[in-house]
């Protein structure tokens, strides 16, 4: 199951921005996976914070490995020492049984996000222990498939970026003039930008000052061009 957007979004996106429009040319479509379930969404979500996507994927199929199908109850009856034992640290097993337990007990309620705004599903999302504003966009993304999600914290966009417009840095307002172009489409914005730093464009070559490393996040370049 791959992030849903078609001729549509793609058009709407390069009458916008002719920079965008040529590295869409360039890139053809991106196949980006998504989650099909928004439970085992947020567990991976927090089980991939600041680690490599290739260490996110051991740990995640070791759990499906351990507990079949990664639900509430299946969390609950594992128990931090079984979580640990996966390949995460202890605090994120932590966060994970404390998330597992509020979902099973009905403290929260996880099917309500399907009927909040961008904004209110965030703020939900943040309320739960070990979820900041970050993993909760990379949730709304890519587990509940919102359209209109741009990651200011995302270190890769902000690379990606970087290199298709020729900034030296991405500032919040500059970033936020953007956010405002791609609307309401900024999600299939993100897929591209992912890609050109993932070297999906050749030609779009960051400088050394570009790849200096900063403070923030990136979901890494897990897609797939057709």
Aim: net charge positive; charged share 25%; proline share 3%.
């Amino acid at each position: 199951m791959y992030f849903p957007y078609g001729r549509e979004e793609v058009t709407y996106l390069k009458q916008r921005d002719k920079r965008l429009a040529a590295v869409i040319d360039a890139v053809g479509r991106v196949e980006r996976p998504v989650d099909d379930d928004l439970f085992s969404s947020v567990v991976r979500h927090i089980i991939g914070q600041q680690i490599s996507a290739k260490a996110q994927a051991t740990v995640w199929r070791r759990m499906q490995d351990a507990l079949g199908h990664v639900t509430a109850d299946a969390v609950c009856r594992a128990g931090i020492g079984r979580l640990q034992s996966l390949g995460m640290t202890r605090r994120k097993a932590e966060y994970i049984l404390d998330f597992a337990r509020k979902t099973a007990e009905g403290s929260f309620d996880l099917q309500a996000l399907w009927h909040k705004t961008d904004e209110q599903a965030i703020e939900a999302l943040c309320a739960l222990r070990g979820i900041g504003v970050w993993t909760a966009e990379m949730i709304l993304l890519f587990g509940m498939q919102r359209p209109d999600i741009f990651s200011f914290n995302d270190l890769a966009i902000q690379r990606g970026m970087r290199m298709v417009y020729h900034h030296r840095q991405i500032t919040r307002p500059l970033f936020e003039k953007y956010r405002r172009r791609f609307h309401p489409y900024a999600s299939v914005a993100s897929l591209y930008l992912w890609a050109v730093a993932g070297g999906a464009v050749p030609a779009l070559q960051a400088s050394a000052s570009q790849k200096k490393k900063g403070s923030g996040r990136e979901i890494g370049t897990g897609y797939r061009i057709v």
